[in-house]
């Protein structure tokens, strides 16, 4: 059974950081595209950054030169470090793991349970 664990939100004032982790168990983990999303009340959940298995990255333009994605497969993590942090950063946080075969077809799709981040004064 895949399961991806979530950790490292919290609240944090404008211009902190926060480093959230994502652990991944069930799969086999350098396969997967690895990606963050964040879902902010009122919005839809939108993409904040991905991390292929060749480690090729994108990120939100929101969030350019101020986030990192990154991967260690050999702990089978993922994570985001999120420096420089604005009000407008304040969301819901969601790990997300996607595998597509050779056609692009999307094999597998799992979600983590989120986990909140908060940037206030």
């Known amino acids: 059974q895949v399961q991806l664990v979530e950790s490292g939100g919290g609240l944090v004032q404008p211009g902190g950081s926060l480093r959230l982790s994502c652990a991944a168990t069930?799969?086999?983990?350098?396969?997967?595209?690895m990606a963050w999303y964040c879902q902010a009340p009122g919005k839809e959940r939108e993409l904040v950054a991905g991390?292929?298995?060749?480690?090729?990255?994108n990120y939100a333009d929101s969030v350019k030169g101020r986030f990192t994605i990154s991967r260690d497969n050999a702990k089978n993590t993922v994570y985001l470090q999120m420096n420089n942090l604005k009000p407008e950063d304040t969301a819901v946080y969601y790990c997300?793991?996607?595998?597509?075969?050779?056609?692009?077809?999307?094999?597998?799709?799992?979600w983590g349970q989120g986990t909140q981040v908060t940037v206030s004064s």
């Open positions: 997300n793991a996607k595998f597509r075969n050779a056609k692009g077809e999307l094999v597998h799709d799992y």
């Open positions: 991390i292929t298995s060749s480690r090729s990255t």
């Open positions: 069930g799969m086999i983990f350098t396969i997967y595209t």
